[in-house]
């Protein structure tokens, strides 16, 4: 995955934030999942061997793999862009499960979605 410089940075009112967002997600590979964020516009960058930082002005995040298709999630992001990045996770396909939490850690809002990818054997996979 090529890394992209080309999005905006983090709003300055969320760089010294602590992390408020943490999820998993599933269907795809972190490298496809951190190209799929540059497509929409994010910038990225690679934060370990496998992981990435994507991130734009309203939000800012870490994915590391977890398995073959499995990548965690967690940052900052600003509460009222939760649904806008489940509608661009959704848009690329990819499944999710996001937390929300406050300023003490208490899960505020959860969302999950997307979709999850059929193999070809299952019904109504690429088998059928």
């Keep these: 995955m090529d890394i992209s410089h080309d999005g905006s940075e983090l709003a300055p009112r969320l760089q010294d934030a602590d992390n408020n967002l943490s999820g998993i997600l599933r269907g795809r590979d972190t490298s496809s999942v951190a190209a799929r964020f540059v497509g929409a516009g994010w910038r990225s960058r690679s934060s370990s061997w496998e992981g990435y930082e994507v991130g734009t002005d309203w939000c800012e995040v870490e994915l590391d793999p977890v398995g073959r298709r499995e990548t965690l999630l967690n940052g900052v992001v600003d509460p009222d862009g939760l649904d806008a990045l489940a509608a661009l ?40």
């Design 89 to 128: 996770l959704t848009r690329v396909g990819v499944s999710f499960q996001l937390e929300l939490c406050d300023e003490s850690g208490r899960t505020v809002r959860e969302v999950s979605g997307g979709t999850q990818p059929r193999s070809p054997g299952a019904p109504g996979g690429a088998g059928e």
